[in-house]
């Protein structure tokens, strides 16, 4: 090949390299624009915590980008990071954690969110004094932040408790009490031995929180997190039998004080600073409360005729124990999906997966993969702008654009999220509002982030505009 020749493919190269990278910044600054207003509609904008990436400090180095579990949450833009695909964030952190100058903070996802998320300080105190909200209650989603949550706030209470001038301990009352034994009450229970308070842990169901409610073999993805009285637990990626199989081990050499099948119903705080906490069961008397109380509450019903056959269930747990069914699976969530393939890949099921939307919107990547899949092998049917009407002993009816369709049924797994426990904190006079999530990234990030604050207060401090 001559040089010219060579020169002229070399420049058809270059070419084509330059417009697949504009066409693919272009699609870019798209998506971009388009998070950004939906993050505002709160349409498909982010569902809860999410990167607010600060452009001044970016400096382009694309480690948020790399570091994502999700995909393509954020993407470069012009040599900053940008928001692409809000929605998949379901608050990992990670970017936070890797940014080298602390440019990002992890925020709710808009002052509506935030409105329904209680108020707490940046060491979890809600509005009522020594009363704490760990996990994701609070606000952040995933095990690991409720581990360190409940680890982190245990160290606070240890602190007041030690400092000079504290109220001494009383007969009946507890240093600390815990509700909820999801990993943030674990993790704080742990960390109570650990500093020898006096703590009592309790929970409406089993230990595990809604770990222990996930499917069975579900793959959990966690990150390296110090879990208390063991260690570094450094596993990311373990079965949800393993995850809970190593909770039980460690909680049971730690001696775990703990009452299972017991509910709070009420928390009382005294004029002498004590709380009453009433329960299913009794009352007991604690100096701190930690709330762990998860967000996934009840299961939300949708008040469709005969949803209260037994049939009709809101969790699956087990779905190798239903074979040769016919089963509806209701609602387009993760959940719904992740049960409606586990229940078709059993032998025999006929599984049909009715969502009240006409597309998938907010799932994960690899359910999005996984369901198209399963929908190709026939393993499982969805039928999108569906919604049902009634449940029969022996079929469903549902509306399909506008028509009804009575298919037969033998279960339906009805997965339309929860009821989060809102009405028992505003019961028990816990404040809502704001807050900014910015415990997250590295110590570096952190100091960064705090004295960039401590500047602005500064320059808007009155002494300074003086
Ligand atoms: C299907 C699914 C898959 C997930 N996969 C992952 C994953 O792979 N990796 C990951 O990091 N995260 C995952 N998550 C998120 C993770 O499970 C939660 O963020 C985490 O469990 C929150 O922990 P928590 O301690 O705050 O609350 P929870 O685990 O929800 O525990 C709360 C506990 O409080 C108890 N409780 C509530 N109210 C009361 C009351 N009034 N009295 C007594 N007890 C009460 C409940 O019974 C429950 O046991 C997933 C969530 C779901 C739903």
Redesign the pocket.
Known sequence: MDTFTAFILAAIVIGLLVRGYLKKQKKIEELARAAEEKGKLRSDGPQAQHPHIDTTYCIGCAACTMICPEGDVLAMLGGKAVIVNGYKC?GHSLCAEVCPVGAITMVLASPSMGGDTPYLTPENETTIKNMFI????GGL??????INQ?RECIDNIANRIAAPGSPKSAPGVHDVFI????????AASLRAIEKKLNYLT?????M????????RQ?????SPVEFPTYGKFKKTELSKEDLMAFWAKVLQRADFKFHHG????DVKKGEDGIFTIT?SKGQHRAQNVIL??????SPRKLGVKGEELPKVMYRLIEADHYINKKILVVGGG??GI?AAMGLGHQVGNEVTLSYRKEAFSRIKERNSIRIEECIRKGKVKVIFNSIPVEFKEKSVLLEVNGKREEIPNDYVWIFAGGEP?TA?LKKIGVGFGNQDLTSTGSKEAKQAKAERKAALSEVSSPAAVG
């Open positions: 379901i760990v996990g994701e209650l989603a995933l095990i690991k932040n409720a409940g509700v909820g034994a999801g990993p943030g009450g674990i309790v929970d409406e169901g089993e595990g929180g809604t770990v222990a409610k996930y499917p579900k793959l959990v993805m966690t017991e509910k709070v119903e329960t762990a109380l998860g967000k996934s509450g993760d959940s992740e426990p028992f």
